[in-house]
T-cell receptor, first 113, second 114 residues
Framework: KQEVTQIPAALSVPEGENLVLNCSFT??????LQWFRQDPGKGLTSLLL?????REQTSGRLNASLDKSSGRSTLYIAASQPGDSATYLC????????????FGQGTRLTINP | NAGVTQTPKFQVLKTGQSMTLQCAQD?????MSWYRQDPGMGLRLIHY???????DQGEVPNGYNVSRSTTEDFPLRLLSAAPSQTSVYFC?????????????FGPGTRLLVL
């Protein structure tokens, strides 16, 4: 059974810092991995989608990497801003049971002005 | 485009009552799904659909029914509400029937069952 873990559960950093959020998964037979952002009381917004054949994806100040063989993904946020404060979730779609996203518990990020 | 819309935003039910959570998308997406989000449990898949007339069960389907009569709409029915169904419910959609592309989520419905 696929399990997705995100560490740390919460992170607080001063504005302007570069930071890395971690995601690990137990089954490397994945179709893709997706990073989402969730603001309090809101839905999920997709940030980046990495297919299993890709190593990384970039969007603006965000860069996500994927190491399928080691079961790890990182989300790098450059020059953090208070508006980046949110919960970040990673989710994997396995090759088996391919219709289901398996989510991690998320990392609650706070950027202090 | 409105994207994925959900109604109602918040609902209070008594144990045993039934209700339907509405989900609609205007992006002509084939794949739609329902998740519930609970503290400490993360998001879990309830039901999904790969096209009109085709639905299947996810990880936690008990107590819920779905149907897909049109591409746009994917309602979730609670047959007899229980306190364990207190949760936040999210509807999601993607273009590909395999669900392998970016998934778009609705704003959620908060359900409290007393």
């Amino acid at each position: 059974k696929q399990e997705v873990t995100q560490i740390p559960a919460a992170l607080s950093v001063p504005e302007g810092e570069n930071l890395v959020l971690n995601c690990s998964f137990t089954d490397s037979a994945i179709y893709n991995l997706q990073w989402f952002r969730q603001d309090p009381g809101k839905g999920l917004t997709s940030l980046l989608l990495i297919q299993s054949s890709q190593r990384e994806q970039t969007s603006g100040r965000l860069n996500a990497s994927l190491d399928k063989s080691s079961g790890r993904s990182t989300l790098y946020i450059a020059a953090s801003q208070p508006g980046d404060s949110a919960t970040y979730l990673c989710a994997v779609r396995g090759i088996q049971g391919a219709q289901k996203l398996v989510f991690g518990q998320g990392t609650r990020l706070t950027i202090n002005p | 485009n409105a994207g994925v819309t959900q109604t109602p935003k918040f609902q209070v039910l008594k144990t045993g009552q039934s209700m339907t959570l509405q989900c609609a998308q205007d992006m002509n997406h084939e794949y739609m799904s329902w998740y519930r989000q609970d503290p400490g449990m993360g998001l879990r898949l309830i039901h999904y659909s790969v096209g009109a007339g085709i639905t299947d069960q996810g990880e936690v389907p008990n107590g819920y029914n779905v149907s897909r009569s049109t591409t746009e709409d994917f309602p979730l029915r609670l047959l007899s509400a229980a306190p364990s169904q207190t949760s936040v419910y999210f509807c999601a959609s993607s273009y590909s029937p395999s669900g392998g592309e970016t998934q778009y989520f609705g704003p959620g419905t908060r359900l409290l069952v007393l």
